[in-house]
């Protein structure tokens, strides 16, 4: 299998099943603020790595997890519908933590510089 083929199949299960989180699933452990980040999938198409993030301060991600894990059956069958694949891969939900790690960065580089100006701005007023 190419990797444009992978790659295809994998941007169409992140529109699957982002479309299902937002529309299809009426379980409360599922936020609606749930994010796909990325899909990836095994060579043989078997396998769909699923990775989330979730944006709502009020739900665990780990709760997320497990609404989805409970629905995937039905997820499954939604993307069989759509792709119409030989074999319809099995999600398999990851914690994506890429994005709390870019804010927690983003976090210390501000209190960093903020430092940085106030260390400067006493120096400034020293030299003075």
């Known amino acids: ?16 099943v982002s479309k299902i989180i937002m529309n299809g699933l009426k379980d409360p452990r599922i ?3 749930t994010s796909i980040t990325h899909v990836e999938v095994t060579r043989d198409l078997r396998f769909a790595n699923i990775f989330i993030s979730v944006y709502d301060p009020n739900v665990e ?5 497990e609404g989805l894990n409970s629905a995937k059956g039905y997820i499954r069958k939604e993307i069989g519908k759509e792709l119409k694949l030989h074999y319809t891969p099995e999600p398999i939900f990851k914690k994506d933590d890429s994005i709390q790690n870019g804010m927690h960065i983003n976090d210390i580089l501000s209190k960093l510089s903020n430092s940085n100006e106030d260390k400067n701005k006493d120096d400034d007023e020293d030299e003075k």
Do not use: A, P, V, Y
């Open 31 to 33: 936020s609606k603020l």
């Open 1 to 16: 299998m190419g990797l444009d083929r992978s790659k295809r199949i994998s941007e169409e299960i992140k529109k699957i």
């Open 61 to 65: 991600d780990d709760n997320t997890i």
